[in-house]
């Protein structure tokens, strides 16, 4: 159904090579570091492999522009960024992780020249990271009308206040810049006209992290998640994105193709979640019988299976759409597959979790850290009930736009005419009965 070129299926094979020889066997290695290390500080081995990657060819896979990175369509990334899915250690070590992706997509698109000679260019070498600022613990985040950080205009800068938590990537001591989104105008008419984005350097004055947040109880791992505050903090004016009120306009163009990334990613985690309970079943027994011998077993892979598949077309689908009619036309396929994704590769976690037993709940066998980042991402970018009240809306407009005289979706009542009418051929007095 979709098919992929020739340059695709050599660097798939090219992923799939070197995450066989170098970054399977440093996942261990990266999960020590991780914890010894915490937060606040850079794996080594993060950094090694970055090298390799580089040196490798495989760089900035993500970026569609053939000058910057390789110049691949959302579709034609899809299938490369599932294979980096299987490994949370695989992202960053390509450069092309969260929230860096996004960030450097949002600035090489809605910047001007002077950010992407400050920014962009060092965030696509891997010489700085970044981070994404807009949820809020004191308001509900999943309307980001709600935002209440203010963006105050004061002579040729901006004045920036505010309290922002799950800031990706702020305890990252590589991080140089924030993407940060605040209202310029609290008081304006349209509600998405309010906000704005604006880039705010790591280092300026009032800027502060707070502290890591922990995910299920882990830090760094697998988001380096945090709670920053902005006090008076004072950025140029120059540092707004496209102009004010135009933050919920980039926000859309931003997270379309995140969303793809995260749902791909997310597929990959699955595939490998599987195969290990694939081998888990055939390896173990219980009351005289291998786990690939029970029924529920059999029932859980087979559906996990189909869980997958599913998951993957439709995702390849929103990619294609996103490529062929842009992310707004997109919206619905990428909000089904924001629904889909994070839940499916959820679900055959936990299954997995139930196979392994009590050893699927330490952190020996992978299937924690896929567990949490699979929940994670039912939160991330939106969560599911927003995507799904969206999807809905979309739904009821649609039909709304059909003539269901065309397409036999009719809802009305039946009158009682027309309920004498259809069973009068059985009894003259059965319409009568059936009315009562």
Known sequence: MFDFSPRVADYKLRLEDFMAEHIYPSEELYYQ??????????????????????????????????????????????????????????????????PDTGNMETIWRYGTPEHHERWLKPLLAGE?????????????????TNIRSEVIRDGDGYVINGRKWYTTGATDPRCGVIIFMGKTDPNGSDRHRQQSMILVPRDTPGVRVVRPLPVFGTYGVPDRAAEVTFDDVRVPASNVLLGEGRGFEIAQGRLGPGRMHHCMRLIGLAERVLERMCRRAESRSAFDRTLAEQGVTLERIAQARVMIEQARLLTFKAAHMMDAVGNKAARAEIAMIKIVAPSMACT??????????????????????????????????????????????????RFRAQDPARTGGSAEVLSREKVANRFAHLHPDSADYLWR
């Open 33 to 98: 570091q991780s914890e010894k290390l915490g937060p606040w500080r850079v794996q080594p081995i993060v950094e090694e492999l970055k090298d390799r990657a580089r040196a490798a060819g495989l760089w900035n896979l993500w970026m569609p522009d053939p000058n910057l990175g390789a110049g691949l369509s959302n579709l034609d990334y899809a299938p490369l960024c599932e294979i980096m899915g299987r490994s949370n250690l695989a992202p960053e070590v390509f450069n092309c992780s969260a």
């Open 128 to 144: 700085m990271r970044s981070a994404f600022a807009m949820t809020e613990p004191e308001v509900a985040s999943s309307d980001a």
């Open 348 to 397: 055959i976690a936990d299954w997995a979790i139930q196979m392994f037993g009590g050893g699927g709940t330490n952190s020996d066998h992978f299937l924690t850290t896929a567990y949490a980042t699979a929940r994670l991402l039912r939160l991330a970018d939106g969560p599911d009930e927003v995507h799904r009240n969206q999807l809905a809306r979309m739904e009821l407009k």
